[in-house]
């Protein structure tokens, strides 16, 4: 499709301009997505500060940010029109992250540690614009139920999908979750759904951990707010009340806590699986007590985006097993999505997660 679009180009840190630029020219594998929500994520922020550099070769700007997407195909490319799989007016969920399906990883299916990898607002221009391209292989029709708002964050749910999954969490079990951000609390969803007893719920703010509550876990655990009434000063305490001595058996953290990641250890039993998630300090360590957990016999596990579980994400969804339009609590537009970022960076008072619609 010819012409220009508005986008918001990233420069270098705490820069960003609404631009007009070339709609993406799509090749023969590609379809044009028509943006219609964006989701800013934890990452996107941390570009935007200049906390981490972008993906693109040099590191740098200009880039169009923006990876947690929804919209309507506008364009199908010669490939996937051929085999008749996608039509303008499509409704879709994209997965950014398009692997090169061709160094050792991809060649055994682990598409999350492909070395190669192709991702649009990381590496590539993403969908803080008007428009966006993606391989076919990449996007996802979403049911007529589904919003464009909640198949923006299906990105961060198949994150939490495969966390979940390698939780593996079988019926009656005790879960503890630390971190009810938006991904912790669809973990709570995901977790209950697959049949756990309990779940707890460990965090320092009691707006989230009260959302975290309604959508199904069944106690809060405020460490930090003594005014709170979830408030408890010792989380391994609380477990042992809550589990008669036992301890948790599973823990998931989806929280970048250095204190997170060591209680996880302590509140979990003897036979538990423990599933590090969230993104900590490139130097930030987890000191495993050796013996101790030998003995108990653990399993420590790290989880890394969202190979093959989007069908599993969008079904989650559209069978109404997980709920997401509680969790979007901002929504900008496209021009302020620089101001939604800045916004979104303070985690506080009722934020959850930002969304920029276009
Ligand atoms: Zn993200
Ligand atoms: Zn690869």
């Known amino acids: ?60 700007g200009p880039l169009v940010l923006g990876h947690e997407f929804s919209g309507e195909i506008v364009e199908v490319g010669a490939l996937p029109a051929s085999l008749g799989l996608f039509k303008p007016g499509d409704r879709v969920t994209c997965n950014p992250v398009m692997q090169c399906n061709a160094c050792p990883a991809c060649a055994e299916g682990k598409f999350n540690i492909c070395s190669n990898m192709v991702v649009p607002g990381v590496t590539v221009n993403g969908a803080f614009a008007e428009y966006c391209k993606l391989n076919y ?32 969490v079988k019926p009656g079990e005790f879960v503890v979750v630390f971190g009810p951000g938006p991904i912790g609390i669809m973990m709570v969803q995901l977790i209950k759904a697959s049949g756990a007893g309990k779940v707890a719920v460990v965090g320092t703010r009691d707006y989230p951990l009260n959302v975290a509550l309604e959508h199904g876990a069944d106690y809060a655990i405020n460490v930090k707010d003594t005014a709170s009434p979830n408030y408890s000063a010792d989380v391994n305490q ?32 003897a036979g538990a699986t423990i599933v590090y998630f969230g993104l900590p300090g490139a130097d930030d360590k987890i000191e495993v007590p050796a013996l101790q957990t030998i003995q108990s016999d653990k399993t420590i596990k790290f989880a890394w985006l969202a190979p093959l579980v989007w069908p ?47």
């Open 312 to 358: 599993t994400a969008i079904s989650a969804v559209g069978n109404g097993l997980v709920k997401l339009d509680k969790l979007v609590t901002h929504r900008f537009s496209l021009e302020d999505a620089e101001k939604g970022i800045q916004f979104m960076k303070v985690g506080k008072g009722d934020k959850l997660k930002g969304l920029v619609v276009i």
């Open 137 to 168: 292989t990449h996007v996802y029709k979403i049911p007529d139920s589904m919003t464009f708002e909640d198949a923006a964050i299906i990105e961060p749910l198949a994150c939490g999908t495969y966390g979940v999954k390698k939780l593996e």
């Open 238 to 269: 609380r477990i042992a009340e809550l589990t008669n001595g036992k301890m948790a058996d599973k823990v998931i953290v989806p929280t970048n806590s250095k204190q997170a990641l060591q209680d996880a250890l302590t509140v979990s039993g």
């Open 1 to 60: 499709m010819e012409g220009k679009m508005r986008a918001q180009v990233f420069y270098e840190a705490e820069v960003m301009k609404l631009e007009m630029i070339d709609i993406p020219k799509i090749s023969d594998n590609e379809v044009l997505v028509r943006v219609k929500a964006t989701g800013i994520c934890g990452s996107d922020i941390s570009y935007y500060y200049g906390h981490s550099p972008v993906g693109t070769a040099d590191g740098k």
